[in-house]
């Protein structure tokens, strides 16, 4: 048991040193905003696109809803490892490329505090930034080079009550952090034409805080409901945006630079709200949807044009996204490994968060199909996501992703008896 302490620990270790360095993705949409946002899901629920807000399982860690911490075993500490690999196909026009990403995605643990009282801790990714490309103008021998790298994490201390029978509440609260540096390079085929070098940064502390209630109720002998709820609080992240344009003369080599213009407090994070619910049969087939909504709409976003760069608003509109998925285990109780194994589905789709040039961002449609499999009191979580970004006049992106998690149930309060 202590060889597997050390390995959750070494991984967790390992986990947080690569979503601090590296990122996950390479699309040119993560230019936008805070990044693409990343999936929160662990790895039992991405099997099912991600429900998760009416999941209660004391044998699983739920971070979608911290009121399901009050579900934890009171025997038992949950370790929670996933990562992800996938293969992307850019499209645009009579132009495909393919790209290979692959990152550790997340690091979890749970335990009882108290009769009732659940906690959790974890590292999980808020966002990726990721993207290297080029955009040329034919008609005017012109080509802008786009670079970017960074993205947003968060550590969490969360912690779930179950206040009376079927009733429970609870809260994540996060350090939030991360940062980005972007850049714009303008040449020409034309060696008398000034290279134009714009390079923009900034740097995220700041905090999270996210709320979550559950009400379980059995509705007869074969069937528990169980209905969630999620709010996250939207405030300013006390973020500057600075950007700096750099002019250079190729036959002079010579240079000259703006005056770096810093916008104070330039980045928010939006308000947000949930709903889900699941519905258990037999304790064998659960069945749940979920439905969120992110006001981005209301929050204002650096953004350079013919002004200068300046705070604009009508940048972001509201992100919904709305999910549905299933597990299944053929006989809980049989002693065949294939009965008790979790078969898992889902789908989801969500709208974007951003604007390009006026026109909301690409939609997304995911598709999931997924297994559980029981080692001993342990989990391996495997699952397969066709993920489709489109939208209209931009690259369409088809992603394939594969999912692994690993979840530990260790027996650490257990009193032992000796005979």
């Known amino acids: 048991m202590n060889k597997r302490i050390f390995g959750c620990l070494l991984a967790g270790m390992i986990a947080a040193q690569t979503m601090a360095q590296e990122s996950s993705t390479l699309s040119p949409y993560s230019q936008y905003g805070l990044g693409v946002l990343a ?3 662990l790895g039992f629920s991405r099997g099912m696109a991600g429900v998760g807000i009416g999941l209660r399982n004391g044998h699983q860690i739920n971070m979608q809803n911290p009121a399901s911490y009050s579900a934890v075993d009171s025997l038992t500490m949950l370790f929670d490892l996933g990562l992800s690999g996938k293969i992307t196909n850019f499209k645009e026009g009579n132009k495909s490329v393919n790209a290979k990403t692959g990152n ?26 990721g993207y290297d490309y080029e955009s040329v103008d034919k008609t005017t021998s012109t080509t802008e080079g786009y670079t970017g790298d960074g993205g947003c994490r968060q550590v969490f201390l969360g912690m779930g009550w179950e206040f009376t029978k079927g009733f429970s509440v609870g809260f994540n609260l996060s ?12 040449t020409n085929s034309d060696a008398t034409m000034n290279i134009l070098t714009r390079s923009y940064s900034t740097n995220i502390r700041s905090y999270k805080l996210d709320f979550g209630f ?21 405030h300013k ?9 750099v002019t250079t003369n190729p036959q002079t080599s010579t240079t000259s630079a703006t005056k770096p213009t810093e916008l104070e407090n330039a980045f928010s994070l939006p308000w947000a709200f949930g709903i889900g619910a699941t519905l258990l049969h037999k304790n064998s087939l659960t069945a749940g949807f979920d439905y969120s909504l992110q006001k981005w709409g209301s929050i204002d976003y650096p953004v350079y044009d013919s002004r200068g760069y300046n705070m604009t608003n009508n940048y972001y509109c509201d992100r919904h996204k709305v999910a549905v998925g299933a597990d299944w285990i053929p006989n809980p109780l049989s002693r065949k490994y294939l009965n008790q194994v979790h078969y898992r589905i889902g789908a989801s789709y969500t709208t974007p968060y951003y604007k390009i040039k006026g026109s909301d961002g690409p939609n997304e449609l995911t598709l999931s199909a997924g297994f559980g499999l029981p080692v001993s009191r342990s989990m391996v979580h495997i699952s397969g996501q066709w993920v489709r970004s489109k939208a209209t006049g931009f690259v369409t992106e088809n992603t394939f992703r ?4 690993l979840t530990f149930n260790e027996r650490w309060f257990a009193k032992w008896k000796v005979d």
Do not use: C, E, M
Not at 175 to 186: A, E
Not at 214 to 234: D, E, M
Not at 402 to 405: K, L, P, S
């Open 175 to 186: 350090y939030f952090w991360g940062n980005y540096d972007k850049g714009v390079l303008v």
């Open 237 to 245: 992240l006390n973020a500057n945006a600075d950007v700096v344009t």
């Open 104 to 129: 550790f995605d997340y690091a979890v643990a749970s335990f009882r505090l108290l009769r009732h009282v659940g906690v959790a801790v974890g590292i999980v990714p808020f966002s990726h930034i």
């Open 39 to 41: 999936d929160q899901s």
């Open 402 to 405: 594969i999912n692994i998690g």
């Open 214 to 234: 559950q009400w379980q109720h059995s509705l007869n002998a074969n069937n528990l409901l169980t209905v969630g709820l999620t709010t996250s609080v939207g």
